[in-house]
């Protein structure tokens, strides 16, 4: 949090690249735009970024009454998925000394997984101001991610080839769907410069990253040997009892995330129920919303690396488990869960997020719970080990 006195030379500091002010409180693309550029942080000053809001161009406070609403509507341009991958921030406000109002405020922290963008779009900032990043300012954001990468899937698969991927995948369902018409139009790039600027290329390796690999492979399951789904229906509530059906889902995420959706449906019984003597409606085992929500947590929160073991899609006669290797992730703990959440996989969650398949950061165990609720399932239930995690929802009335 900053001090007042922290808070007052950054609104008087008028030259400063690191700061940004603003009398709005509604330019939501505005916000997003300065947030985004102080986590591209292309100077490198490694230091964070300042959004302050209630603040004029001259550094005078505008008497602004920092609402928890406003708060919270900038919080949430965090999880709201159009800024990729993640910006970490803090929100908060100050009341000025001697004036009247308040001043809201965002601290921006730099991006270890540059170029960020927001809504396909990648802005920096040019001494004073904002702008979209050149093809060059570009390239020296993902040189300098490359030398940052820490998650796995942002790593480069040694050995590996655009030989090796689907690039009809990536041209065709996925860019137009990641970067904004107007730069694909203006940018006549490279086929390893498009899919570098996504994370799914390592120039100074050049090869495919494991995101590339899992996203538009050609046979993931080569490089990754259990990135793959298997799915077994049993007749009772033991793994001891018949099969009644089984299926393994594997190839390219962006295919077995589909197939999952209308796989899941197929699954699912229902029955008439009466609601009058005039009217039924139609009551499910399981609301296929919850299940979908769940399996997509297991793909986007698995550990791929030093791991053969598969999602394990369960599907019992009283009840339904999915377990995914690897425990929980980061500062998430059994106790803050979940409340808390970290992305052990964030090209993966971004790529899931620009797709549809994830709706909102953070939101999927509770909408799946909310859900659940309505349908009259009791609560999913979380086994937390240090080698998997297990979700177990119970059949419904």
Known sequence: MLTIQELQALMTDLESDRVERTSSTKDTDKFAEAICAFANDLPNHKQPGYLLIGVDDHGNPTGLNATDQLLQNLGALRSDGNIQPLPVLTVDKCPIPGK????????????DMPPVRYKGRIW??????????????????????TALAKSFDSRPCSGGSLNDL????????????????????????????????????????????????????????????????????????????????????????????????????????????????????????????????????????????????????YWFSDRIEIQSPGGL????????????????????????????????????????????????????KFTFESTYFLVTIQRGP
């Open 166 to 313: 689907s690039v009809n995948l990536f041209t065709i369902n996925y860019l137009p769907n990641a970067v904004s018409r107007e730069i694909i139009e203006e940018n006549k790039r490279e086929l390893t410069d498009q899919l570098a600027s996504l994370r799914f290329y390592d120039h100074s390796k050049g090869c495919p990253t494991f995101a590339g690999i899992l996203l538009f492979g050609i046979d993931p399951l080569s490089w990754i040997p259990g990135a793959y789904i298997q799915f077994v229906r049993f007749s009772g509530t033991e793994i001891t009892d018949e099969i009644q059906n089984e299926h393994k889902f594997s190839g390219d995420l962006l295919t077995v995330l589909r197939e999952l959706d209308s796989f899941v449906s197929l699954q699912i019984q229902s029955r008439p129920e009466a609601e009058s003597i005039l009217r039924e409606r139609q009551v499910y085992d399981y609301p296929k919303v919850a299940i979908r929500e769940f399996l997509m947590n297991a793909v986007m929160h698995r550990m791929y690396e030093n791991s053969n073991t598969p999602i394990r899609f």
């Open 100 to 111: 009247k109002g308040d001043v809201a405020y965002v601290i921006v922290e730099p991006s």
């Open 329 to 380: 992730y980061g500062e998430v703990t059994p106790e803050n869960f979940p409340r808390q959440n970290a992305y052990r996989n964030p090209v993966i969650a971004e790529a899931m997020k620009i797709m549809g398949y994830v709706n909102k950061f953070g939101r999927g165990v509770l909408f799946a719970q909310e859900s659940l609720a309505k349908n009259g399932n009791p609560p999913a």
């Open 124 to 145: 920096i900032r040019v001494g004073p101001r904002r702008a979209v990043a050149s093809e060059q300012e570009e390239r020296i954001l993902i040189e300098r991610r």
